[in-house]
C-alpha cells in the first residue's frame, strides 16, 4: 500500500512537494525498491515523470527536466516530488509507483492543478 500527500491549486511558477509513504513496507524492502511518479492529465494517458533506482540513478521525462526532482528518505519509507516552476500543461492527477521484484505498488494519486 503507498499513501500519497501534498498537491492541490497552485498558481503557474510556484512549487508543490508530493509525498508517497509506504507503511506496510520494511526498511529493507523499501530501500531496494525502485520508486517512480507517474501523471495523468484529463484525457490523456497515464505518462511517466520520474523514477529512480535503487542504487539513486534518476530519470526524468523531458518535460520536467530541470523543474522536478525525485527524493527519498529510507529512514521514514518515504519518497517525495519537489516540483518547482509549475506550468498548466503540469495540471494532471500525479501517481506514485514502487516496485520491488515482483511486487508493483501504485498510490492512489493526488490532484495536482497549476493555474495560469
Known amino acids: 500500500q503507498l499513501v500519497q500527500s501534498g498537491g492541490g491549486l497552485v498558481q503557474a511558477g510556484g512549487s508543490l512537494r508530493l509525498s508517497c509513504s509506504a507503511p506496510?513496507?520494511?526498511?529493507?524492502?523499501?530501500?531496494?525498491?525502485?520508486i517512480g511518479w507517474y501523471r495523468q492529465a484529463p484525457g490523456k494517458q497515464r505518462e511517466f515523470v520520474a523514477d529512480?533506482?535503487?542504487?539513486?540513478?534518476?530519470n526524468y521525462a523531458d518535460f520536467v527536466k530541470g523543474r522536478f526532482i525525485i527524493s527519498r528518505d529510507n529512514a521514514k519509507n518515504t519518497f517525495y516530488l519537489q516540483m518547482n516552476n509549475l506550468q498548466f500543461d503540469d495540471t494532471a492527477v500525479y501517481y506514485c509507483n514502487k516496485k520491488f521484484g515482483t511486487w508493483d505498488l501504485w498510490g492512489q494519486g493526488t490532484q495536482v492543478t497549476v493555474s495560469s
Open positions: 506496510g513496507t520494511t526498511a529493507a524492502t523499501f530501500r531496494l525498491s525502485a
Open positions: 529512480s533506482s535503487r542504487a539513486g540513478d534518476t
